[in-house]
């Protein structure tokens, strides 16, 4: 019985170990094509940009708009092969904390107009990290306060030292998140499961992810919620 769990258990390690090495090798040959269509939709989309043709101004736009997002998920996925293998790089500098965020406030606008990001700060701030990663973070707090605020129109940023800590959260008026789901929510995979929840696309790594780029700074990641009153994503 020993020997055949054991065995059991080896096939399975070896089944995952060549799942994730085909999920790096897949995700960087993707890349390649992926950049090249968003450098022609881009200069497709500079070109036009005084036409008078609504119709293909808007779908170049809603194209970029799905690059966009096909290039998050590849670079998600290349990033859950890093943390696997222990090889997430990070490359620490000082910077403004404004100023990452505020590059990412106008991403994120620029790709949903309808939104307004409100951005709070007493404090001109400077962290020392790793300035992509983070912004890699914001990001993704910003996209999913957004994807979850359906008929909202308005997510607020407040950042703040406290301590020896910057701290930085994203606040949105959306579905929110249950108690029981807060404590599974940075999980590699889990995704709430409800009435709601089901109408929102999504692979649960996002926040796997970000919870690890900011595991590895030796900071903490965080959430509070109540269901129907919206969320605040937090990090120091």
């Known amino acids: 019985m020993w020997v055949g769990t054991s065995t059991d258990i080896q096939e399975i390690k070896q089944m995952d170990q060549q799942k994730d090495y085909f999920i790096s090798v897949a995700s960087h040959e993707l890349k390649t094509p992926i950049t090249s269509i968003k450098g022609y939709v881009q200069m497709l989309s500079i070109m036009y940009d005084k036409s008078e043709d ?79 990663r983070i912004g890699q973070v914001f990001i993704n707090f910003l996209t999913n306060a957004v994807k979850y605020s359906p008929g909202k129109s308005e997510v607020i940023i407040e950042s703040f030292k406290q301590e020896n800590n910057i701290v930085v959260m994203v606040k949105d008026s959306g579905i929110g998140i249950s108690k029981k789901d807060q404590q599974k929510i940075f999980e590699r995979f889990y995704r709430v499961e409800g009435k709601s929840e089901k109408t929102f696309p999504g692979f649960g790594i996002g926040l796997f992810i970000v919870a690890e780029i900011i595991q590895r700074h030796n900071g903490k990641i965080g959430v509070e919620s109540e269901p129907g009153k919206g969320s605040s994503f937090y990090f120091s």
């Open 54 to 132: 609504t119709f293909l101004k808007t779908s170049l736009t809603a194209v970029d708009r799905q690059i966009l997002k096909l290039t998050t998920l590849i670079s998600d996925l290349l990033d859950i092969s890093k943390i696997k293998s222990g090889s997430l790089p990070l490359s620490k500098e000082d910077f403004e904390i404004k100023s990452v965020i505020k590059d990412c406030i106008d991403e994120i606008e620029h790709i949903n107009p309808a939104y307004k990001i409100i951005y709070h700060s007493k404090d001109n701030l400077t962290l020392y990290a790793d300035r992509e």
